[in-house]
C-alpha cells in the first residue's frame, strides 16, 4: 500500500466517524420532530414552540413528512456509500429547514429556540460538506 492510498483509506474512515457522530444525533432528531410535524396534536407542537405552527396545518403537516424522509435518507446514505449524494441533499434539505424556522421563530419573538436551530444549522452545514467529499470521494474512485 503506497502512502496515498492510505492517506485516502484513513481519510475515508475519518469521513464515515464524523458522519456517523452527526448522522445519528441529529437524523434521530430530525425523526422525532418530523414525526411529531406530521401527527402530532396542533396543541402539542404549539406547546413545543413548533415553527410550523404558523403555517397552514396542511403544509405544516408536509414538512414534517419531508423532514421524515430526509432523515430517513440520511441513515440510508451513512449506511450505504453510493447515496453519499443523497444524503448529502438531505443535509441541505434540513439545513433549509432549520434555517426557515430560525426566521420564522424570529418572526414570532420566540428567542428561546435559536440556540437550538443555531446547532442544527452548523452541525448541518458540516454534514453537507462531509457527505459532498464522501460522494466526490467514490467518485474519483469509480464507485458511483
Known amino acids: ?21 452527526l448522522v445519528v444525533p441529529i437524523g434521530a432528531f430530525s425523526l422525532f420532530v418530523g414525526w411529531n410535524k406530521a401527527f402530532a396534536p396542533l396543541e402539542i407542537l404549539a406547546e413545543h414552540s ?16 419531508l423532514e421524515l424522509i430526509a432523515a430517513t435518507a440520511l441513515f440510508a446514505a451513512l449506511a450505504v456509500p453510493r447515496l453519499a449524494r443523497i444524503g448529502m441533499y438531505a443535509a ?36 453537507v460538506l462531509l457527505f459532498a467529499s464522501r460522494a466526490r470521494g467514490l467518485k474519483q474512485k469509480g464507485d458511483i
Open 1 to 21: 500500500m503506497n502512502g496515498t492510498t492510505g492517506n485516502s483509506r484513513a481519510r475515508s474512515i475519518l469521513i464515515v466517524v464524523l458522519l456517523c457522530i
Open 92 to 127: 441541505i434539505w434540513i439545513t433549509l429547514n432549520n434555517v426557515v424556522a430560525a426566521i420564522v421563530h424570529i418572526i414570532f419573538a420566540e428567542w428561546h429556540t435559536l440556540p437550538q436551530s443555531a446547532v442544527v444549522i452548523t452541525l448541518c452545514v458540516i454534514m
Open 50 to 65: 413548533a415553527w410550523t405552527i404558523h403555517l397552514p396545518v396542511i403544509v405544516g403537516r408536509a414538512i414534517g413528512i
